[in-house]
T-cell receptor, first 112, second 112 residues
């Protein structure tokens, strides 16, 4: 069964620390990987996309992709209380351009 | 720039009543359009997607249906709502040939 898996958490980190969120996926043909942030009661918003192995940095966020091991991770440096949200991983499991599959999300709590 | 509109924001409906949720996108042509449902504390479940007018792909068999009468309009319908239809309904769009999806604000549906 094609899946995207995330630890549901909650992951608690102190303010200023690095938060590390992980996601594994089932299909080796996957080509596109995304991280979304969803605040409680709100819709998901895109924060990072990554398509190639390695790291991609955008401000305090770094996405890491390892296709051989089939995982993608998101690092949040200098975590702030405003980063407290659920982080959703999304992958195009079939390698196509029509749809992606979302993980169930990891809830992050940044403690002041 | 592109914007996505989804309404209403909140809806309370009795069991057995009909449903119509509408989503429109501005600032782009021939987008891919999606309907998701998110049950409380759960991940995003893809219900329907469309790559063009009149083209609807159903991901999960249930008492819901979708239609795309115009290029940038996507409608989710039901003839008779069930209690299990309660949830957070999200419309999303992407450019054709790309996987990045952008979400509307969502409709919180309570079936009582």
């Amino acid at each position: 069964q094609k899946e995207v898996e995330q630890n549901s958490g909650p992951l608690s980190v102190p303010e200023g620390a690095i938060a590390s969120l992980n996601c594994t996926y089932s299909d080796r043909v996957s080509q596109s990987f995304f991280w979304y942030r969803q605040y409680s009661g709100k819709s998901p918003e895109l924060i990072m996309s990554i398509y190639s192995n390695g790291d991609k940095e955008d401000g305090r966020f770094t996405a890491q992709l390892n296709k051989a091991s089939q995982y993608v991770s998101l690092l949040i440096r200098d975590s702030q209380p405003s980063d407290s949200a659920t982080y959703l991983c999304a992958v195009n499991l079939d390698g196509g351009y029509q749809k992606v599959t979302f993980g169930t999300g990891t809830k992050l709590q940044v403690i002041p | 720039s592109q914007t996505i509109h989804q309404w209403p924001a909140t809806l309370v409906q009795p069991v057995g009543s009909p449903l119509s949720l509408e989503c429109t996108v501005e600032g782009t042509s021939n987008p891919n359009l999606y309907w998701y449902r998110q049950a409380a504390g759960r991940g995003l479940q893809l219900l329907f997607y469309s790559v063009g007018i009149g083209q609807i792909s159903s991901e999960v068999p249930q008492n819901l249906s979708a239609s795309r009468p115009q290029d940038r309009q996507f409608i989710l319908s039901s003839k008779k709502l069930l209690l299990s239809d309660s949830g957070f309904y999200l419309c999303a769009w992407s450019e054709g040939g790309q996987n990045i999806q952008y979400f509307g604000a969502g409709t919180r549906l309570s079936v009582l």
